[in-house]
């Protein structure tokens, strides 16, 4: 049996300094409660020096095809090779353990593995349980702790498992954001890994973290606000980075497929409910006769006519709500990684995070309407950031000539990037000139740089609507531009 080491290691990408105090201050408490325990501390060159001695140049590319947004899923793959290779004990630097870790490890454990309180009345109620995981009534194994013996066979699997996922990465298939980190690198793909090995006498399973005294968490809600750790919940990026010719297929999901899979649960499982209740409350209300089905084809075409309406309309919704929802969030998008993005009016704290997690160099401002606060303090914050205030004034509701079109294209063409494109709700101008940049400076292909003017973004490329200028002026420059 190979011994568990007295060693803790710690991760934050960011490096120590960018920690919240509070949360130093828990891993000072976590030291001095494991005086006989060695402390180790990675940030991001930490992390790719110790991967490049220890795992070479291959494990080193992998782990830097993950996406940089998701310092989660970094994270995620370096706790398991240095757990693999040195053993110890793994706690993510938001997590504790009240007790000394040489009370919560027994003498004889090789791997240690912890579920959640999530059974009905428990205090994690259905936390951790994932389809994918069904035949595990209490769902996955934690990773935010990960306790074992060095070279455990039990976490090579995990490696493999993971490095294949990360290497066959599909957002259509392993998802984006929070879905696409637990499916790839977090407890989804580390339980399926475990679970594949049958456990021996020396792996020691525990229903709830909290008998053993580990906490998941031991700062309070405003010190994660400021630390940001959950961040990555909200991306619609890959959590890899894929090539030119996947990336054009995930941008096709996004649009497509992906509003319909996040809007399912909040909005189609509620409307059936709503139609349910609906539905009863009608029949309630019904006199005791039961009306004459209508006979015959007449009949049956105007079932097949409230049907199709009833879907057209349900379509409708889905698209508006997806709309507001957009522009209630910013309506920030990736166009193409580390090089275009696209939004609604950012304001000084929108252009900070841009600054910092996309590292923008250029604004691109097409608003025409007459500059007052919003425009003070969009340069303001991009003086300070050092980033570059280009305005480019556009009205949504004229079309433009295809010289201008290509004026603006030459313009792009010369501006630092990472670039953000934005006017007033990000939908519509903004739409048609992040077509035109796809278009001449990207040279993609027409489908992908038409999708810039789409629903999803919040525009509607219908003639009767003030703002189909947009499309047209594209459609026009498709036409007539040499580009």
């Not at 997590?95 to 003498?107: G, Q």
């Not at 996955?140 to 976490?155: H, M």
């Not at 049907?307 to 910013?330: F, I, K, N, P």
């Not at 501006?415 to 278009?439: E, F, K």
Request: charged share 25%; aromatic share 10%.
């Amino acid at each position: 049996m190979r011994k568990i080491p007295r060693v803790i290691h710690q991760v934050y990408t960011a490096g120590w300094q960018r920690l919240p105090e509070e949360i130093r201050a828990l891993t000072e408490q976590l030291r001095n409660l494991n005086p006989d325990y060695e402390y180790r501390f990675y940030d991001e060159p930490a992390i790719l020096a110790w991967i490049e001695t220890h795992f070479g140049q291959d494990m080193l590319a992998l782990y830097q095809r993950i996406n940089p947004e998701y310092g989660a899923a970094r994270a995620d793959l370096f706790r398991y090779l240095v757990i693999y290779q040195e053993g110890g004990v793994y706690l993510d630097v938001k997590s504790f353990c009240s007790r000394p870790l040489d009370e919560v490890i027994p003498a004889d454990c090789e791997l240690m593995l912890f579920h959640w309180d999530n059974q009905p009345g428990g205090q994690d109620h259905k936390k951790g349980l994932h389809k994918e995981l069904a035949e595990l009534p209490h769902g996955e194994y934690q990773q935010w702790n990960v306790i074992a013996a060095p070279r455990s066979p039990w976490l090579r699997e995990v490696i493999d498992e993971v490095t294949s996922r990360i290497k066959n990465y599909q957002p259509a298939k392993y998802g984006i954001g929070m879905k696409g980190v637990l499916s790839t690198t977090g407890p989804i793909a580390f339980t399926l890994a475990i679970r594949r090995i049958p456990f021996s006498k020396h792996v020691h399973v525990v229903r709830d973290h909290r008998t053993a005294g580990l906490k998941y968490c031991g700062v309070d809600s405003s010190v994660l606000k400021r630390f940001k750790k959950s961040a990555y919940a909200r991306l619609k990026t890959p959590v890899v980075t894929l090539s030119e010719r996947d990336h054009a297929r995930y941008q096709l999901w996004l649009f497509f497929v992906f509003p319909f899979k996040r809007l399912h649960k909040n909005i189609v499982n509620e409307t059936d409910i709503a139609l349910k209740k609906t539905s009863r409350l009608l029949a309630d209300r019904r006199v005791d006769r039961t009306p004459k089905r209508r006979k015959g084809w007449v009949g049956a075409f105007r079932r097949t006519g409230k049907r199709l309406g009833l879907l057209v309309a349900a379509v409708l919704a889905l698209t508006g709500l997806h709309a507001g929802y957009e522009q209630l969030t910013g309506n920030f998008h990736e166009v193409i990684e580390g090089e275009l993005y696209r939004s609604a009016q950012p304001d000084a704290t929108d252009i900070a995070e841009y600054s910092e997690r996309y590292h923008i160099r250029t604004i691109l401002n097409l608003r025409d309407e007459p500059r007052g606060d919003w425009y003070e303090q969009e340069k303001a914050s991009a003086d300070v950031h050092g980033i570059q205030l280009v305005d480019y004034p556009l009205s949504s509701s004229k079309e433009i000539s295809v010289r201008e079109a290509e004026k603006l294209a030459e313009l792009m063409k010369t501006l630092p990037r990472p670039l953000l494109i934005h006017c007033d709700h990000g939908a519509n101008r903004t739409g048609l000139v992040s077509a035109i940049y796809l278009d001449a400076v990207a040279q993609t292909s027409d489908l992908i740089a038409q999708l810039q003017l789409s629903p999803w973004y919040g525009h509607f490329p219908i003639p009767v609507m003030g703002r189909y200028a947009m499309y047209s002026s594209y459609k026009r420059f498709q036409i007539m531009s040499p580009y």
